[in-house]
């Protein structure tokens, strides 16, 4: 029997709920949520029981932030895989057979679209396995708690799964975009098929679904990308909202085209780049326009998402996953999209706030990006005191340009963002402060270790609580991080 369908019978007949449920309605047992972002295979290759174990013992942890689906997984390689004391072989991330998709996933869900689930057969990894049902007790056992959790897969995927590519955006040249298009409706019903699939046919008690792409305007001012999406379904959408694909097209284009040129180092417009930029936006404001809708369709699966998690079952926790670039960086995603209209489709919010990764994220991913284009009139240095000064950063917490992306950012920061949320949402909706824990960075050839510090850690905990957070997610996954910092983060939870 199914766990849905036991709470129902067991409603019904008076019965006790099971341990999960219950926890949560005994008022006596107040608990903050203290979460780990997880994946199976790690749970698998540790064991089940002796890394719940370890979780509660070292880290303190409460509540499993499991993914369903891995579709997204990078290469991890081996010098930033923690083995935990477990003396494992560390995982071959490069492997043929890794299995992407971990639950076992039903037909009948999936008559109205085209796109399919990684086939598991008896080749691949851990085919056998099942995840959320397998670790339902041990996890009851330790008074844990059990959450799903979706990130979308994005990008170019159709090697995992089956006819991704005919759900990809089109370009501006009309040419097969990054990741699928947000508005085709086969893509969407993929998504909701998935989640229907997971919750009707699995033992959990929350679920996290979360986006982390962006939108044209940013992907081609900040990055030099090519703009999408300008596909029938999304040309649809934005007519019935009284904008013009062609216009919207023409302006995307000479953005795209002045970027090119910034980048190529041709003579900078006489006028100026920002003046360039702005004079696009003003002849062309159905550029504007597109990109908001963009996100607004971002915004509607999530809610879908959620009502269709709560129409199942209304006992499950739902929430959202709000990547680095979109709670920290990306001044459009904030523009489009405030935490108070999130929070009206969410139980939870889980503000990525990776203090000290955000150093060298914003050095190389942010500051060099964009003074290669749109900030290229500016210095790096000014372009670094232009995002402190645009999004707040405490004035304690401004590293140098030279020492940024060692250094990274602190506890204030967490602070600070955890406050903006809270301060947002007005209780409509949890926050849950992702803390990042050891971080890998990118270097050529790969990834080095980036060890947190274990006293900056433990403060950032202890500042997000500060600003009312209403628990914390160790992230951004358990496999990154060491036994010290995992013996770290409990350390902070227990002194809380
Ligand atoms: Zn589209």
């Known amino acids: 029997m ?32 203290v979460g780990m972002q997880i994946s199976p295979f790690t749970i698998f290759d540790e064991g089940v029981e002796r890394c719940l174990d370890l979780l509660r013992d070292a880290a303190g942890i409460n509540t499993l932030v499991c993914f369903s689906h891995t579709y997204l997984l990078g290469s991890k390689p081996k010098n930033v895989l923690a083995d935990h004391g477990f003396n494992l072989q560390p995982r071959n991330f490069f492997k043929d057979n890794q299995r992407f998709c971990w639950v076992r996933t039903h037909d009948k869900y999936y008559k109205n679209t085209v796109v399919r689930h990684q086939p598991v057969t008896r080749n691949t990894e851990y085919h056998d396995r099942d995840i959320f049902s397998e670790l339902a007790e041990p996890a009851r056992k330790r008074g844990m708690k059990v959450y799903a959790r979706m990130l979308e897969a994005g990008g170019r ?66 990055r030099g990308l090519i703009p999408t999406c300008f596909c029938q379904y999304c040309k649809d959408r934005n007519k019935q909202h009284g904008i013009n694909a062609d216009r ?10 002045l970027v090119k040129g910034l980048e190529q180092n041709k003579p900078k417009p006489a006028d ?43 006992n499950i926790e739902s929430g959202r996953h709000i ?11 904030r523009a489009a999209m405030p935490y108070d209209q999130i929070a009206q489709n969410a139980d939870f919010i889980k503000p990525i706030l990776y203090h000290e990764t955000l150093g060298p994220r914003l050095r190389w991913w942010v500051i060099a990006e964009m003074q290669k284009r749109v900030l ?32 990274g950012l602190g506890p204030e920061y967490v602070f600070r963002e955890t406050k903006r949320c809270k301060d947002a949402v007005r209780g409509s909706a949890k926050v849950y402060a992702g803390i ?50 995992l013996k770290a983060f409990g350390s902070a939870i227990r002194a809380l």
């Open 2 to 33: 199914h766990r849905r369908q036991f709470i129902k019978l067991a409603a019904s007949a008076g019965l006790a709920l099971p341990t999960s449920t219950a926890l949560a309605a005994n008022p006596d047992v107040k608990r903050r949520f």
């Open 157 to 222: 995927r159709a090697h995992r799964i089956p006819n991704y590519d005919k759900v990809l955006t089109v370009d501006i040249d009309g040419k097969p975009g990054r990741g699928p298009c947000w508005n085709h409706p086969h893509y969407r019903e993929w998504l909701y098929a998935t989640v229907r699939d997971l919750v009707e046919n699995n033992s959990i008690d929350g679920f996290q679904w979360g986006a982390e792409r962006t939108g044209p305007l940013s992907y081609v001012l900040f």
């Open 248 to 257: 919207a097209k023409q302006g995307f284009r000479d953005l795209y085209q």
């Open 272 to 314: 100026g780049v920002f003046t360039m930029v702005l004079r696009i936006f003003q002849r062309f404001p159905e550029v504007l326009s597109w990109d908001y809708q963009w996100f607004q369709a971002d915004e509607e699966i999530g809610s879908e998402i959620h009502r269709i998690v709560k129409s199942i079952q209304p």
């Open 323 to 333: 990547d680095h670039q979109r709670s920290s960086w990306d001044v459009f995603y």
């Open 376 to 407: 290229n009139e500016l210095s790096l240095k000014q372009s670094l005191e232009l995002y402190y000064a645009l999004f707040h950063q405490d004035r304690k917490e401004r590293p140098p340009l030279d020492r940024l992306d060692k250094a």
């Open 436 to 485: 990042g824990i050891d971080v890998p960075w990118y270097v050529p050839n790969g990834m080095e270790r980036r060890p947190s510090n274990p006293e900056t850690m433990q403060r950032a905990v202890k500042r997000a609580f500060d600003a009312g957070a209403d628990g914390v997610l160790a992230s951004r996954e358990y496999i990154e991080m060491s036994l010290q910092s």
